[in-house]
Structures are given as C-alpha cells and as structure tokens.
C-alpha cells in the first residue's frame, strides 16, 4: 500500500458533508450520510462484497467465504466472521478521519489481501456503524449499543436532534425502518473478532500505528439551570434569580474538580432560553462531558462537582438538576489478542485513549482490539485533525496483517 494509493481512494469522500469551515458535517441519516452510504455500497460492489443493513441501520461489506473454503481437516469449521470498520458520522465541524479512516483503510486492506492472493478461512466484514459520536442525537455509539441492547429501542426511537426530528421520523425519511431497532445477539454471536482502526486522538503515539490497551471511563451528562426571565435593563441585579450565573460557575467548577481529581471535563454545548440579548434567561440547558483515567477519579470529579454546584444554585435562588445521558465504565481491550496484535505488528505502542468507540462497546461481546494511526498534532474533533498519507498507509498494512492473522 502506498500513500498515493490510500489518497485516491481518501479523497473520494472528503468533499462529502464537508462545511466552510473546513470541519464535516456529517449527521446519521443525513444526505451526508446517505451519500456516504451510497458510497460504501459502490465500493463492496467494486469489490463483489456483500452489502447488507442490520436492524439498527448498521452498514455491511461482507467477504464471504467462497463455499470450497479450505478448512483445515479436522479443524471444527468455525465460520464466525472477523469484523472491521468505524463510523462515518461527525461531531458537528469535526475532523476528517475520526470514523471514516477505519472504513477506507478496511476497503484497502481487502485489496492487500486479495492483491496477495489469501484466502479467508472466515468470513471479514467491513462494518460502518451509525450515530457513533452521538452529534444529531445525543447518545454516542447508538448503533453498537442498540445491537448490543444497552439503550432501550423506545427510547432511542424517540431522541431528538436539535431541530426536534427523531430519529424515528429521520429514519423513515431516509427509508429505513425504526421499528425493527432492537438488540441483535444472533450478529453478535456470529463475530469472532472485531478490530477498529482510527485515527489517535490526541498527542501520544509517536510511530506511525499504535495498538490500544483500553479506553478510558466516560460519560455525559445533562445539566438544566432554571431561572427568573426578565428584563435586562429594569431588573436590579440583587432581584435576580439567572441560571446564566449558576451556569458560568459550573463551568469553572468542573475544570477545578477535573484538575484537583486528575481527569478531564468539558462543557461545550450550552442552549439558553430564550436566548435573547436583552432577556434575563429563564433556563440554560448544557452537557457535561468527563472522562478519567480511571472510575474512583471519574466518580471523585462527578461528586465534587455536583455538591458545588448544588451549592451556588441555591446561593444564586436557582433549580439545577443533573442527569446522565451516557455512561462507559472502563474498556480494557482483550489482553491476548491486543499482545497479538503488537507482536504481530513488530512490537508498536500499546496505548490507551480517553475516546470513546463502537469498539469500546463491541469489547464486551465480542474479542476486540483496535489499532491507532499517529495523529501529529493530535487534534480531533475539529477541522484540523490529520494524519499523513505516509502513516494512513501503514495503517492500511497493518490492518491487512491483522486481518490475515485473524482470519485467514
Ligand atoms: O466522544 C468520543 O470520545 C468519541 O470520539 N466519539
Ligand atoms: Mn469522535
Ligand atoms: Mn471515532
Ligand atoms: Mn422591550
């Protein structure tokens, strides 16, 4: 594989969802989407793979075993399939790679493999899983946890974007079913492996590919500061009741709680009502996200923050409630097949992340490992997030070895 190789095939889709902003703006059941998807089809078509949709509008390329697959004699012929692949979605003005790079390096590693001539004794299936970053409707990796049957399908039928769209009703649009979401343990329990490859996030991995040891606790959480609305210019500040005030104090309150706990919180969304320059707000709604490294400082930094924030609300005569809208507790990848995979690989870094993945959820049923492709600045979830064409292309290598290994 070399690097021209992998651009050709990259830049089929980088025009696709793409904003001025130079970030994607690539949404679950989006036309984005949809075109992304049309695109995945054509490449299985390409390469005479089977295309097939799961109930929870997952995306498959399916290299089935062609039927004289060699077994070897005695050997019990188990046919349970190696799965690869990522999401396509975005977070909104997100980078590039973060999801999309796992599916077309999963293509070219299918072109490696055949280029070499080998012969599967299992199935490998490209997979492009759906809402994994949570962007249009809140729950990151929808499309793994409903196949998992980790989120209730009533409820996920129901969650809402932005514009108040279900996903029920964006589904339908875009002609797919939101009656049949639900758990699948058959696929599940078809799968004797799943291998994820994505761009690193952040600024740890110094060679071109990594293998992850785990993924680190996380969640996200829903916050509302409830207020008197009223006028900015006739209401004396010692009558005022501004959520806007308890609000502004979170925000520092979690960065002090996350830095004396040694973990990470962030607070980038915030929607205010009525959202007008002159209007004191009656409610400010915002998510929390934290994550750390592990779950005593994850519950230490949710705890502090919470008490302190109880705190001023009331210092400020306000309403704030908090609750959780997805919680990952730690993923520590399979031990062997992640010592598999770095010996296999010639010994690359073994690292862990503080992102979330479908991976992270798959771990739990299925042998899982994911490898990493050196990021150099380290920047996701923003337009300037990258890797070279040189470090995707030995990710493409490396996701062939791997798929080799497992499968063949
Ligand atoms: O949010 C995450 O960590 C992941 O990129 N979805
Ligand atoms: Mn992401
Ligand atoms: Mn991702
Ligand atoms: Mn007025």
């Known amino acids: 594989m070399d690097a021209s190789g992998f651009r050709r095939l990259w830049d089929e889709i980088a025009g696709i969802g793409l904003a001025d902003t130079g970030g994607c703006l690539r949404f679950s059941w989006s036309a984005a989407d949809l075109a992304l998807r049309d695109w995945f089809d054509a490449q299985a078509a390409e390469r005479g793979l089977r295309v097939e949709?799961?109930?929870?509008?997952?995306?498959?390329?399916?290299?089935?075993?062609?039927?004289?697959?060699?077994?070897?004699?005695?050997?019990?012929p188990d046919r349970r399939a190696v799965l690869t692949g990522s999401h396509f979605d975005s977070v909104p003005h997100g980078g590039a790679y973060d999801g999309p790079l796992g599916i077309v390096s999963a293509f070219l590693a299918v072109d490696e493999l055949r280029a070499a001539g080998a012969e599967p004794k299992r199935p490998i299936v490209i997979g492009a899983f759906t809402e994994e970053e949570g962007g249009r409707f809140g729950v990151p990796c929808?499309?793994?946890?409903?196949?998992?049957?980790?989120?209730?399908?009533d409820r996920a039928r129901a969650l809402t974007d932005p514009s108040g769209t279900t996903l029920a009703d964006a589904m339908r649009e875009a002609g797919a079913d939101p009656d049949a979401l639900g758990p699948d343990p058959e696929r599940?329990?078809?799968?004797?492996?799943?291998?994820?490859?994505?761009?690193?996030?952040?600024?740890?991995?110094?060679?071109?590919?990594?293998?992850?040891?785990?993924i680190w606790p996380h969640g996200r959480w829903r916050m509302t500061f409830t207020g008197a609305g009223d006028h900015a210019g006739t209401t004396r500040l010692p009558d005022r009741r501004d959520?806007?005030?308890?609000?502004?104090?979170?925000?520092?309150?979690a960065r002090k709680e996350a830095r004396l706990a040694g973990g990470l919180a962030t607070v980038g969304?915030?929607?205010?009502?009525?959202?007008?320059?002159?209007?004191?707000?009656?409610?400010?709604?915002?998510?929390?996200?934290?994550?750390?490294?592990?779950?005593?400082?994850?519950?230490?930094?949710?705890?502090?923050?919470?008490?302190?924030?109880?705190?001023?609300?009331?210092?400020?005569?306000?309403?704030?409630?908090?609750?959780?809208?997805s919680e990952t507790p730690i993923v520590e990848f399979?031990?062997?097949?992640?010592?598999?995979?770095?010996?296999?690989?010639?010994?690359?870094?073994?690292?862990?992340?503080?992102?979330?993945?479908?991976?992270?959820?798959?771990?739990?049923?299925?042998?899982?490992?994911?490898?990493?492709?050196?990021?150099?600045?380290?920047v996701s979830h923003a337009p300037g997030?990258?890797?070279?064409?040189?470090?995707?292309?030995?990710?493409?290598?490396?996701?062939?070895?791997?798929?080799?290994?497992?499968?063949?």
Request: aromatic content about 4%; overall charge negative.
């Open 243 to 253: 959520p806007m005030l308890t609000f502004a104090f979170a925000v520092l309150a």
């Open 188 to 214: 599940l329990a078809n799968l004797s492996a799943f291998v994820e490859l994505h761009v690193e996030q952040g600024r740890s991995l110094e060679a071109p590919v990594g293998v992850a040891s785990a």
């Open 142 to 153: 929808l499309g793994t946890r409903l196949m998992a049957g980790v989120v209730d399908s």
């Open 53 to 76: 949709t799961d109930r929870n509008g997952n995306r498959y390329a399916w290299w089935d075993l062609a039927p004289e697959a060699v077994v070897p004699p005695g050997a019990a």
């Open 334 to 378: 399979d031990a062997s097949l992640r010592d598999r995979l770095a010996d296999l690989l010639g010994g690359v870094p073994v690292l862990p992340t503080g992102a979330g993945h479908d991976a992270g959820v798959l771990a739990a049923h299925v042998p899982t490992a994911m490898l990493f492709v050196r990021n150099p600045t380290g």
């Open 269 to 325: 969304r915030v929607e205010a009502v009525p959202n007008a320059t002159n209007a004191i707000a009656s409610q400010v709604t915002a998510w929390l996200d934290s994550r750390a490294p592990d779950e005593a400082v994850l519950s230490e930094i949710l705890t502090g923050f919470e008490s302190k924030v109880a705190e001023r609300a009331k210092r400020d005569g306000t309403g704030f409630t908090i609750s959780p809208e």
């Open 385 to 408: 997030e990258g890797a070279s064409d040189e470090d995707c292309a030995a990710g493409v290598e490396a996701l062939a070895a791997v798929l080799r290994d497992l499968a063949c």
